[in-house]
């Protein structure tokens, strides 16, 4: 069985561009997640769709957008890139979100601004 | 609004030693409490997880977890420590329930292993 796919790897941008990651989950896996991860900050909660729908939101700014599609993949979308926008990118699926399902976490998209 | 502590940001153990990572958390309802490690350049895999029912958890790779509601604790240990377990690791916490749908990690430990 796949795991959760994130693409791409690694990334650079330069300030003022905007870039779109993208997330597949586990086949079934309907809630898709998305964190930021930082040496400052560590991990912190971006959103989570299912069904296509937003259904949470952590504390950022709007330039942080995300999006699912009907086969369940998920794209985030930052546009107006800064450079402390530079982090590990992680996306996480579940069957349906509920914390007894558990999450199962991609590798990451590593985004450099500069 | 739950949170998580982790204490300790390093832990050195030697190799064959009891591994002890310490988690405290908070939340005014039933958490769901999880333990992820995270080699270099990966993203998390999970280790164990306490949802309901027996408060011992044993996970991958050897480690468990003891869920304490009064000390509001959830340690991770490992008998026996073995290089291959030098990793950084994190503490979660998800609210049943409460609509949440997001995991609270703490700043994370990151075990370094002596041989």
């Known amino acids: 069985k796949a795991g959760v796919t994130q693409t791409p790897r690694y990334l650079i941008k330069t300030r003022g561009q905007q870039v779109t990651l993208s997330c597949s989950p586990i086949?079934?896996?309907?809630?898709v997640s998305w964190y930021q991860q930082t040496p400052g900050q560590g991990l912190q909660f971006l959103f989570e769709?299912?069904?296509?729908?937003?259904?949470n939101k952590g504390n950022f700014p709007g330039r942080f957008s995300g999006r699912q599609f009907s086969n369940s993949r998920s794209e985030m979308n930052v546009s107006t890139l800064e450079l402390g926008d530079s982090a590990l990118y992680l996306c996480?699926?579940?069957?349906?979100?509920?914390?007894?399902?558990?999450?199962?976490f991609g590798s990451g998209t590593r985004l450099t601004v500069v | 609004a739950q949170s998580v502590t982790q204490l300790g940001s390093h832990v050195s153990v030697s190799e064959g030693a009891l591994v002890l990572l310490r988690c405290n958390y908070s939340?005014?309802?039933?958490?769901?409490l999880f333990w992820y490690v995270q080699y270099p350049n990966q993203g998390l895999q999970l280790l164990l997880k306490?949802?309901?029912?027996?408060?011992l958890v044993k996970g991958i790779n050897g480690f468990e977890a003891e869920f304490k509601k009064s000390e509001t604790s959830f340690h991770l240990t490992k008998p026996s420590a073995h290089m291959s377990d030098a990793a950084e690791y994190f503490c979660?916490?998800?609210?049943?329930?409460?609509?949440?749908?997001?995991?609270?990690f703490g700043k994370g430990t990151k075990l370094s292993v002596i041989p």
């Open positions: 769709y299912f069904s296509e729908t937003q259904r």
């Open positions: 086949s079934g896996h309907r809630s």
């Open positions: 979660a916490v998800s609210v049943s329930g409460a609509g949440s749908y997001q995991l609270t």
């Open positions: 996480a699926s579940s069957l349906a979100g509920g914390s007894e399902d558990g999450y199962t």
């Open positions: 306490y949802t309901t029912g027996a408060t």
């Open positions: 939340s005014s309802v039933p958490p769901y």
